[in-house]
């Protein structure tokens, strides 16, 4: 007769909230004394260099309702297109740009909103140069893994144009939504995480 196993089991699966902004975010849930400020709230100083912009945008359901409990994480490259890593080997990154970012979806109006620069190009991995572009990270409760887009430009068309990545989405009306609009110095990008207008996530 076999002998029945009770091992090697999967762990059920969870959804990163209700309490995941208690631990990346404290201070914004009011909770002080963890960090003087949340890590990730200042990505720029008066020392930096490259075009200042304000990156910004809502999270919304399948259904266009506000998700208000999310939190969006950015990296990027900095103005000349080197990244703040260690495995940043073509050049030293600006010291004075973090390259990384992390803010909360506001709970009133539903928005995330980062003080940055203007990403230079970066080269693809078979070295055709990308365009300038911002990685977005979202997390949620309800979301049981973190979901990665893009944010480009709208004033960057010729190089969006010929972006190795965005050559790579099939159905071409879709590129529109990792395409952050220009207002001045604010680029504007709605996410929509079901449904018709349902932005680009990346499998990474």
């Not at 009133?108 to 991995?125: C, D, H, L, R, S």
């Not at 996410?191 to 680009?200: D, N, R, S």
Request: hydrophobic share 35%.
């Amino acid at each position: 007769m076999v002998q029945e196993l009770h091992r090697l089991k999967e762990t059920p699966s969870q959804t990163a909230g209700p309490y995941v902004h208690i631990g990346l975010t404290p201070n914004y849930c009011d909770i002080r004394g963890v960090y003087d400020g949340d890590l990730g709230t200042t990505m720029v100083n008066d020392q930096t260099l490259g075009e200042r912009i304000t990156v910004r945008g809502r999270i919304l359901d399948g259904a266009d309702t506000l998700v208000r409990d999310a939190i969006a994480e950015i990296w990027q490259a900095d103005s000349a297109g080197l990244y703040n890593s260690p495995s940043e080997m073509r050049g030293t990154a600006d010291p004075n740009f973090t390259g990384w970012g992390r803010c909360p979806t506001n709970a009133e109006n539903g928005y995330f909103q980062f003080e940055t620069i203007k990403p230079g190009k970066v080269p693809f991995k078979d070295g055709r140069p990308m365009a300038p572009h911002i990685t977005l990270w979202i997390v949620a409760r309800g979301i049981n893994i973190g979901l990665h887009t893009r944010i480009y430009f709208s004033d960057e068309a010729e190089a969006n144009a010929i972006d190795p990545l965005l050559l790579r989405i099939e159905h071409r009306q879709r590129v529109e939504t990792m395409v952050a609009q220009k207002d001045g110095s604010i680029y504007t990008l709605d996410i929509h995480l079901q449904g018709p207008k349902e932005t680009v996530f990346l499998d990474i």
